[in-house]
């Protein structure tokens, strides 16, 4: 099994907003809406922050959304704050009834 | 509030079994599949496994020899034993309570804060 493809790195100002994708196939993403995104700061455990393609647990903020288009997924932030500044993983569902994470996007706020 | 505490030896000899345990406080035990997640130096996250409250396991395939997950209902616990460790294993592991729902979801809502664990001669 191959991680879901993100991209290693991305970067925005304060305010702005940015867009990390994860790439997945016809067996993960494109077949099961049990996308979930995670934030990890350094030294810290992951946290969810979207789960089930675009929903969002309690407390945490709406600058965070999620979408799904065929294999593909997106975690959108807007509104860009200096605390956004982490890795996000992104995870789904498989075929085979097992879970695959992408290979983490490291996130600067400028 | 639920926690999950997690514990284990932090250094290993290579061929030895690495053994986690990780304990729930304050909330429903049951209801939940229990995972082990792990991620190596300077790298990405990687799922080992679950078991759910029936002890019904699940592994990476990639893992799946070497690795055993078990239950202990009478104390709230799950445990992770990784047989014939090498320094390929080294890494943070954490546990996780994933979220089923009936099979209508799969997410990890609640984390332990990872124990290091490295395998060195």
């Known amino acids: 099994q191959s991680a879901l493809t993100q991209p290693a790195s991305v970067s925005g100002s304060p305010g702005q907003s940015i867009t990390i994708s994860c790439i997945g196939s016809?067996?993960?993403?494109?077949?099961?809406?049990?996308v979930s995104w995670y934030q990890q700061h350094p030294d810290t455990a992951p946290k969810l922050i979207i789960y089930d393609v675009s929903n969002r647990p309690s407390g945490v903020s709406n600058r965070f959304s999620g979408s799904k288009s065929g294999n593909t997924a997106s975690l959108t932030i807007s509104g860009l704050l200096a605390d956004d500044e982490a890795d996000y993983y992104c995870s789904s569902y498989t075929s085979t009834g097992t879970l695959l994470f992408g290979g983490g996007t490291k996130l600067t706020v400028l | 509030q639920v926690q999950l505490q997690q514990w284990g030896p932090g250094v290993l000899k290579p061929s030895e079994t690495l053994s986690l345990t990780c304990a729930v406080y304050?909330?429903?035990?049951?209801?939940?599949?229990w995972s082990w997640i792990r991620q190596s130096p300077g790298k990405g996250l990687e799922w080992i496994g679950e078991i759910n409250n029936s002890g019904s396991a699940k592994y990476n395939p990639s893992l799946k020899r070497r690795v055993t997950i078990l239950l202990d209902k009478s104390k709230n616990q799950f445990s992770l034993k990784l047989s014939s460790v090498t320094a390929a294993d080294t890494a943070i592991f954490y546990c996780a309570r994933r979220v089923d729902n009936a099979g209508s979801d799969f997410y990890m809502d609640v984390w332990g804060k990872g124990t290091t664990v490295t395998v060195s001669s």
């Open positions: 016809s067996s993960d993403v494109g077949l099961y809406n049990f």
């Open positions: 304050g909330g429903s035990f049951s209801e939940y599949y």
